[in-house]
């Protein structure tokens, strides 16, 4: 039977962002989730192919029940054995909406092939990761054309991309990484396992209670300079755009609200090399906020 979307949007009309997590098959993802999993502080939800893979420690268990796993701090890991549609349908009928989605694909999945899940009822895209094995790119890349293909379109896709496995190389395949990334991705922000953190890959500061740019301030071991960039208040649109784009190249993650003289509300976003302001829905309207900005050290 094929999927339909619901007739009426979940949650009072709120959109739950989503980000999918690609990389070919070994890179690294399943770590990465386990690693979001012991580290989150507030409801998200994963979709995984196999939620047998994910190892999460018991302690963080509540509940099992089928391909469902329910954590104690609120989040839940769930299956994708049924495909997307089934599991956003699982998702939509949860009373709560999760604060943020975690969707990780196959290893030899291409993002743009799923990417229009996204506009699925409830949800929205936050951005695309794409984790890289530093040790074996170079090889893998030139390896077949098939293998080639696909982490070209994970790459294309990427609005971070992450290099894991740098324990097993050395600083010069680490820079003709760096550079063969950026030949096959012009300008796509590229940090390393060591210095991600939730805020970066994510933004799950996003909705904290004190509002949509309430991120934790960084601390002495923080990689990444976190600033705050004021918006006037009111802001058109046009001038929130100009702000946006104004942000140095090395910022990696931003997230702002304007409000234009007649009320409407702005969400100025930047997500690794993409950026835009978009009018925010009546049903996720928030008070002006300024512009937090995440970006890798000058």
Known sequence: MPYQEPEFAPWD????PLTFVAGYLGAGKTTL?????????????VMVNDVGEVNIDARLIKRRHGDTIELTDGC??????????????QLREREQPPDHIVIELSGVAEPSRVIPWSKSAGFKLDGVVTIVDAEQFLERI??????????QAQLEAADLVILTKLDLTDTATEAAVRARIDQMSPGVSIITGD???????????????????????????????TSV???????????????VDAQPERVVRAKGIGADASGTRWLAEI???????????????????DLVVIALPD
Do not use: Y
């Open 13 to 16: 009309g709120r959109r739950v």
């Open 33 to 45: 989730i386990n690693e979001l999993l012991a580290t989150a502080d507030r409801p998200i939800a």
């Open 76 to 89: 839940v890991c769930c299956s994708l054995s049924e495909g997307f549609g089934a599991a956003f349908d």
């Open 142 to 151: 030139d390896s077949d054309v098939v293998t080639g293909h696909t982490m």
């Open 195 to 225: 210095t991600a953190s939730l805020a970066t890959l994510l933004g799950l500061g996003g909705r904290r209670p004190g509002g949509v740019t309430d991120v934790p301030d960084p601390s002495l071991f923080d990689r990444h300079e």
């Open 229 to 243: 960039v004021a918006i006037p208040n009111p802001i058109e649109r046009t001038e929130l755009k100009a702000l």
């Open 271 to 289: 997500i690794g090399r993409r950026r835009w302001v978009t009018e925010l829905p009546q049903a996720e309207a928030e008070p002006p906020t």
